[in-house]
């Protein structure tokens, strides 16, 4: 059976496939009425074309009242009782026959009644019988039919045909072949005859939602005989129909809905088997069309074996003030015997943003993503199969609020946020963290000063205020239990007062001095113990919370001087100069020792006695558990340097360039070092040396970095015998590596090397649907939709290629051990045809010689149909999937799937 359906949709596939290739250029028939068009040069009727002599016996005739040639007619209010004057012209030629009553117009022929309006290439208008005929021509370079009959009426779609009739007495119009659209629903074909203001006679219509005209559309539903309403079709025998082909598909009556606003629906669900679960019944559900600003989307999923999958999404829009969507999906699944208790897993993902202008100096945003650490890999169907959420690691959420109070220095935010580690199965909490402050100020300065600032005027003083409430790395199984969250969470607030100032000193310098406040305030410490009888090298110290305020503050200072060095080199040739711009500062730091006693920030603890008469003891901080730790101990006195440089070059003109003008060039856009020394320190006084340099070249489309650490420390690595068994250990030396005339020792290392390449966008090609803006926007909201439903059946052709390649080396060394990490990955798209695309994502491990998780995608715009071909062809989540689906949102369970799902690999 499997077998069958394979062949089946292949089938399928191939026939759309040829039908679209070939196209459909060839002309087709217009469908007239046998007095329609009159031709102009074949035309022998007098009366008709009027010469001089028939147009002055018709004055006699008349009294000469009215000129027979006119282009422009306007008819008086009738004996009749019409209520308006009916309005008709026409470009090339228009007659009026004062025998007959009869008004023929050509060449953009327009006639206006009321709220009516009519445009057509040809226009006759019968005075007697109230009654106007339009049609369009036949081009006869192109053969293609054009100008066709387009009716507007006020508050209706325009509808358009070959040819129609219109009574301007009783407003029912009569017309063939028409096409027509309401909010993504088409109705083409056949005839269609207007009974009165709200109903619509159908006779073989096509009712779709593919845009192009019959009989050029590519799939519909064929009403025999129907009547048409405001909102719906009721309609008697009708059958499906794809590429002009009709199907064994038929219905004896039906209801086809033909909203204009959002209305409720059944959600059609897909049917097939699992080989954990068991048959299922995937993705049934229902739509609710609450109101224009609200709706919710319900689904569910039923295995044979009892499992289950539920959700629910609301989406929600107040224009011009905020718009987001909230979801909430959970699983139960049974993958052992029956009995066994059910695996229960739940996500919720929560969006909202907020226009800018609708509270101007607040935001208010919120992107909520937390889940089960299993919900991913056994809700598949919840996330449509999508790989990378498969096999995500982590979820971040954060709710966000702001405030800014003009014409002052002071702001506010306050978020929620959210971390969790699916793999470790940890959850850290922020509940809330707010953030008050005060933007730098100038304390001595006045907005009335006259002339220079002195240099007290350019001292500037800032004020933060963090406050948070927190839990880190908590096991998820534990944080909801009974009052652990209480219990867990951490509380302070951290105050800072930065003060700086900035000065040009010997022309050429530039001074800075900035001291730095810190205060931090906590309702609990922490107290560490051994337990009695413990020795402190095979035992972990107890800890203990105090509860009760307790504050912390310390500062630092520092001062220090910058300069830029320019060096220029010149050469003849091609490279005619070249300059380094070099930035090099110094600076001094000083910090106090925080961890004397007379603060009281750290404490010793003692261990029990090793050895008779002999005590271990520690030292450790009573904020080493806070949640903005506390003040370093050990005096720093620290001499700070960093160069920074960058080198560009000048090239010779090309000899294309008219203007002459030399062409600059970046070579290297960052190359820094950066050190200090610390003279408060009894040893190892000199921190490591880091280096970092990065730049671009092929005209920015590959970027080069490189970063890493020179320890210039030497090192040892003894070996040590105990209980029978040789263990090496590392430990570094108070001894620089150039005394031993060596080079520093690499610590770490880091290059990476990015290559893109893509297009600019084009233009669309195909030209929106004749009924104008309105079918534009209801395009883009099927591409919103198909966006927020399945974000990876969603493809833009309209960028032929995009190409991402990553090259990453990185290397560390442990001392005992080093490690090194060499991948390279890939990824873009490119458009074979306009209408066909290729992705794919895939990536090399160089060390372990193995290919990482790899993809290929293959889109066919069918322009009313998408045909997807998804493949991982190796790896455990090795899998395939091809999808046939419409394109038109309200259709989305219209669609022809073949799977074969990663865990039907075990």
Not at 139 to 165: E, F
Not at 234 to 248: D, K, N, R, T, W
Not at 714 to 738: C, G, L, V
Not at 870 to 897: C, E, M, N
């Amino acid at each position: 059976m499997k077998l069958v359906s394979f062949f089946f949709l292949l089938g399928t596939i191939l026939i759309l496939n040829s039908i679209a290739i070939a196209g459909r250029h060839s002309y087709s028939k217009p469908v007239l009425l046998a007095d329609t068009i009159i031709k102009l040069d074949t035309v022998k009727d007098k009366k008709i074309l009027a010469p001089a002599k028939a147009r002055e016996n018709a004055r006699t005739k008349k009294g000469g009242a009215k000129s027979a040639s006119a282009t422009n007619d306007t008819t008086k209010k009738s004996k009749s009782g019409l209520k308006s004057q009916v309005n008709a012209k026409g470009d090339d030629l228009s007659y009026f026959d004062i025998e007959k009553n009869i008004g023929y117009y050509y060449g953009n022929a327009r006639v206006t009644y009321e709220d009516f309006e009519l445009d057509a290439d040809f226009i006759r208008v019968d005075k007697n019988k109230h009654l106007i005929f339009a049609s369009g021509l036949v081009n006869p370079k192109t053969h293609r039919y054009q100008n066709k009959p387009i009716a507007k009426s006020k508050g209706q779609n325009p509808v358009i045909a070959d040819s129609l009739y219109y009574n301007y007495e009783t407003k029912k119009i009569k017309a063939w072949n028409t096409s027509g659209e309401q909010e993504g629903n088409y109705i083409t074909g056949g005839q269609t005859k207007k009974l009165n203001e709200t109903e619509v006679a159908y006779n073989n219509i096509l009712f779709s939602t593919c845009s192009l005209p019959y009989p050029e559309t590519h799939f519909g539903i064929v009403i025999t005989k129907g009547i048409g309403e405001k909102n719906k079709i009721i309609s008697g025998p009708a059958y499906l129909e794809i590429e002009g082909v009709p199907l064994p598909i038929a219905i004896p009556f039906g209801f086809f809905p033909k909203p204009d606003h959002r209305t409720s629906g059944v959600i059609l669900p897909s049917f097939g088997e699992d080989s954990r679960l068991g048959f299922y019944l995937r993705q049934f559900g229902y739509y609710v069309g609450i109101n224009d600003n609200l709706d919710l989307t319900t689904t569910g999923t039923l295995y044979s074996r009892g499992s289950f999958e539920a959700g629910t999404t609301a989406r929600y829009l107040k224009r011009y003030e905020y718009q987001g969507t909230l979801t909430f999906n959970f699983g139960a699944h049974n993958y052992g015997v029956q009995g066994d208790p059910y695996q229960k897993d739940f996500s919720v993902i929560w969006n909202h943003s907020q226009d800018a202008n609708a509270h101007p100096g607040s935001t208010f945003s919120a992107s909520v993503n937390a889940a089960t650490s299993t919900f991913y890999q056994n809700n598949v169907a919840t996330t449509n199969y999508n790989v990378q959420a498969i096999t995500q690691n982590n979820l971040r959420s954060s709710i966000a609020y702001s405030k800014t109070w003009a014409g002052t220095p002071f702001n506010f935010t306050a978020n929620l946020s959210h971390s969790q580690d699916l793999t470790a199965k940890t959850v850290s909490l922020e509940l809330p963290t707010f953030n008050f402050n005060m933007t730098s100020i100038s304390p001595f300065d006045s907005k009335d000063r006259v002339g220079d600032q002195k240099w007290y005027q350019r001292i500037t003083v800032a004020y933060s205020l963090q406050g948070t409430n927190k839990i880190n790395s908590e096991p998820e199984s534990q944080i909801f239990k009974g009052d652990n969250l209480l219990k867990k969470l951490q509380s302070g607030f951290q105050h800072q007062i930065p003060i700086g100032l900035n000065l040009n000193v010997l022309k050429y310098f530039q001074f800075n001095a900035n001291s730095t406040y810190t205060e931090r305030w906590y309702f609990q410490s922490t107290r560490q113990y051994y337990e009695r009888g413990s020795i402190s090298g095979n035992a972990t110290p107890l800890v203990d919370t105090v509860q009760g305020f307790t504050r912390a503050g310390d500062y630092n200072v520092s001062a220090g001087l910058s300069t830029k060095i320019y060096s220029e080199a010149s050469f003849k040739g091609t490279l005619k100069k070249l300059r380094l711009v070099s930035t090099p500062s110094l600076s001094l730091s000083y910090r106090p020792d925080f961890g004397d006693p007379k603060y009281g920030y750290y404490r010793t603890i003692v261990s029990g006695a090793v050895l008779p008469y002999q005590v271990v003891s520690s030292r450790y901080s009573i904020y080493q558990y806070s949640v903005y730790g506390g003040p370093s101990q050990g005096k720093s006195a620290s001499l700070n340097l960093n160069v920074d440089n960058t080198l560009e070059g000048k090239l010779k003109a090309r000899s294309t360039d008219t203007s002459g003008a030399d062409r600059k060039i970046s070579i290297l856009q960052g190359l820094s070092f950066a050190t200090s020394y610390n003279f408060a320190a009894d040893s190892f006084r000199l921190s490591p040396i880091s280096f970092n340099a990065h730049t671009t070249v092929l005209n920015q489309k590959v970027s080069l970095s490189l970063n890493g650490v020179l320890d210039p420390y030497a090192s040892q690595i003894k070996d040590s015998i105990s209980n029978n068994q040789i263990q090496r250990f590392y430990r570094r030396i108070d001894r620089y590596t150039f005394q031993d005339g060596k080079f520093p020792t690499l610590n770490t290392l880091n290059f990476s090397m990015n290559f893109s390449l893509n297009s600019s966008k084009n233009k669309r090609t195909n030209s929106p649907p004749s009924n104008t803006l309105q079918s534009l926007n209801r395009q883009q909201a099927d591409e919103l939709a198909l966006i927020n439903s399945d974000p990876e059946a969603y493809v833009d052709f309209n960028v032929p290629y995009n190409v991402n390649v990553n090259y990453n080396f990185t290397y560390n060394n442990g001392g005992l051990t080093k490690t090194i990490s060499n991948t390279i990955n890939a990824s873009g798209d490119v458009n074979v045809t306009p209408k066909w695309k290729v992705q794919y994502t895939t990536g090399f491990d160089v060390k372990a010689a193995k290919i990482t998780t790899t993809s290929f995608s293959i889109y066919r715009d069918l322009h009313c149909w998408d045909l997807s071909f998804r493949w991982l062809p190796f790896g455990y989540y090795k899998s395939f999937s091809v999808d046939l689906r419409v394109k038109a949102s309200i259709l989305q369970d219209l669609k022809l799937s073949k799977r074969k799902d990663y865990y039907n690999n075990q």
